[in-house]
Structures are given as C-alpha cells and as structure tokens.
C-alpha cells in the first residue's frame, strides 16, 4: 500500500509536486483557511507523514491520534515552537523544517519595517488613505522621524540585532550600504562567542565595530534593534519593560522572529511615554487576535503588518517545495533537505 500523508494547507502552485506522486496517497484539507483539529485528528490515523504550519500544534494527541505509523512531521516553517520536540526524539519521529530559503525575504521585511517604523510611514500612509491629504498642513518637521543612513551631520548609526543568526546577517548585509557604522548583538547564552566570524564580518563590511554584547548594552546603545531569535521560553519576553526603558529615545524596534520575544504593554507604553521612537511588527505576542483596539494597533509610530515575513512568490514555493521534500524523505527513510535535531545550527 502506498503511505499516506496529511496536508494541512493547500500548497497552491506546489501542489503538483505532492498530487503528480504515484508512491504516496495525499490527504489534503480542502478549505482555504486553517485545518481543523478533529478534522485532523480524524484524517492523521494511519499516516506515515504530515505536512504542518505554524498554526497546526504537534503535541501527544496528535500523536496518538496518528499511530504508530508516522514516521514524519514536516512544518514549512523555519520556527518549529509549535512541535514538542523532546516528544519527537523520545518517538523517533522526524522533523522537517525549512530555514535558509525564507532567510532574504524575511531581512527584506526586517528593513523595510526599520525604515517605515523609523519614518513614520504607518501614519503617513494612513493619512493618504483616509483621503486626509488635502487637508494636511505641511510644514519642514511634520512626520519627521530619525533616518536609518548616515549623513555627514549625523556621521554614526549602531545597529543592534538580539539573535545573530542567518537572518540577522542577510539584514546587517542590506544595511551596510546605508553607511550603519556599528553593529552589536547578543547572542543565545549557551552558544560560544565566536570571534574570527565577528572579525570577518567587520572587515567585510568595513565597520568600526562589530561586538557580542550583553542586554544592557544592547538596548543602550543600539539606534535600530532587530529582533530575530527563536521564540519559546527562553526568549520570552527578552524585551520587556526595563529593556525597553534603556532604549534611546529615537530607537526604532523591529520583531521580525516571535511576537512572545517583545512584551505587547511595555512596548505600547515605550511608544506612547517616547522612550522609544518607534516599532515596526511582523510579529505580535497573540496574533492573530490583533484588533484595532489593541495597545499597539493604536500606536501611531508602530507600523504592523500580519507575519508576512517569507511571504513572497519566490521564497513561499522554495519553502513549500522544501516542505515537501523534507515530507518524501520522512516518508521513505531517505535523506530530508532540512531535518532538525540531526545536529543542525539553528
Ligand atoms: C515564520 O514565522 C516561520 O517560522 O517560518
Ligand atoms: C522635496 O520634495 C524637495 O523638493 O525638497
């Protein structure tokens, strides 16, 4: 018989690399919203592998629902908190997930936001929109906010990224042309500092310096911090009320990585008392329950927009096909482009 697998989200133009399979039978959720748990539940029984999104939580039950058969999960996802992972090792079930390929499109967003949050272009835009340009006063210092590049005036910008992983490099790489003279980070305590890699990345980029550096000194003196750790316990609330208080006040704050990372109240606050300048989110602790009621959807200078951060033509189909791949390979016991816990830095 051929093994079956469940899909848990039509995969659009990747489709046919699943339904074009003779070797596997597919069972795909037919809605075009999120897949429903006892619908789950139900179609996992007997399955050998299923393909998840960030949304569908791999726990015991889902587990026990699927049987001994499953031998795969694969998320197309680069985050994978919604998988128990102590619970896969002790099964033996393996894990898919789909990192690299969604790491330009999410620097892109990282900058973008930088810029739109730094330049107050939520409001700004939404004063276009609202058909208020015509009676808007100009005048030299109206929706002036603090420029990410350098000028000759304002000679010196420090970049700041709490996670120095692949995406934190790919934005450090878009930045550099902006004229950023310094760049800090701090890194996941477990992991050694690793100082030739720091070198090489300042000679690279020509900066005056390029440093591990604690939390403190992170929120001090960083002019634009990017946030893009891995979510879960050990990066909850990271920033929070006394980071954000540290801040300089025409910081600028991007999450880019988990809404947990950044705590919702404090950072409204920040915004609303000025001690910081401004954030932009791709990401909010509760999403998608964000209402236009909620603190930092009310925030003029905090631009928000919906976790779109792989989301372009280009990355979403290399990260379905990856998906994918990773999904076959569970399947037959053979290779996974990007399998988690086989010693992979994450
Ligand atoms: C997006 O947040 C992802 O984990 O891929
Ligand atoms: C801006 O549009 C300028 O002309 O300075």
């Not at 006892?38 to 996992?44: D, G």
């Not at 039950?61 to 998988?83: D, K, Q, W």
Request: glycine residues 8%; charged residues 25%.
């Amino acid at each position: 018989v051929r093994p079956k697998v469940v899909i848990c989200r039509d995969l659009g133009p990747a489709m046919p690399l699943l339904m074009d399979r003779t070797d596997i039978e597919v069972v795909l959720w037919p809605e075009n919203r999120g897949c429903e748990r006892a619908w789950l539940l139900e179609n996992i029984k007997g399955a050998a592998g299923v393909l998840v999104l960030l949304p569908d939580t791999v726990n015991a039950e889902l587990l026990e629902a699927a049987g001994p058969s499953l031998r795969v999960v694969s998320t197309m996802s680069v985050g994978y908190e919604h998988i128990d992972m102590p619970l896969m090792a002790q099964r033996k079930i393996r894990v898919g997930y789909t990192p690299d390929v969604l790491t330009e499109a999410v620097a892109d967003l990282s900058v973008m936001l930088a810029l739109m949050a730094g330049r107050n272009d939520g409001a700004a835009y939404t004063l276009v929109k609202d058909g208020d340009w015509p009676k808007f006063n100009w005048s030299p210092f109206t929706f002036c906010g603090p420029q990410l590049s350098t000028t000759a005036s304002s000679p010196t910008r420090t970049v700041g990224f709490l996670g120095f992983g692949r995406i934190a490099q790919a934005t450090l790489t878009r930045l550099v042309p902006f004229g950023i003279t310094h760049c800090i980070y701090s890194g996941s305590p477990r992991a050694a500092p690793d100082t030739a890699r720091d070198a090489a990345l300042r000679a690279k980029h020509t900066l005056a310096a390029l440093e591990r550096v604690d939390i403190d000194r992170l929120a001090r003196e960083s002019d634009v911090l990017f946030v893009l750790t891995p979510g879960g316990d050990e990066t909850y609330h990271l920033v929070d009320a006394a980071f954000l208080r540290k801040m300089k006040p025409l910081s600028v704050l991007v999450n880019t990585s988990r809404g947990t990372v950044v705590d919702s109240d404090a950072l409204a606050t920040a915004l609303r008392e000025k001690w910081i300048w401004g954030a932009g989110l791709d990401v909010v602790e509760g999403e998608p329950k964000i209402g236009k009621d909620h603190p930092l959807a009310k925030e003029p200078r905090c631009v928000i927009v919906p976790h779109i951060g792989s989301a372009t033509f280009q990355t979403r189909m290399d990260m379905a096909t990856r998906a994918i791949d990773n999904l076959v390979g569970g399947v037959f016991g053979t290779e996974m482009p990007a399998e988690l816990g086989g010693g992979r830095k994450l």
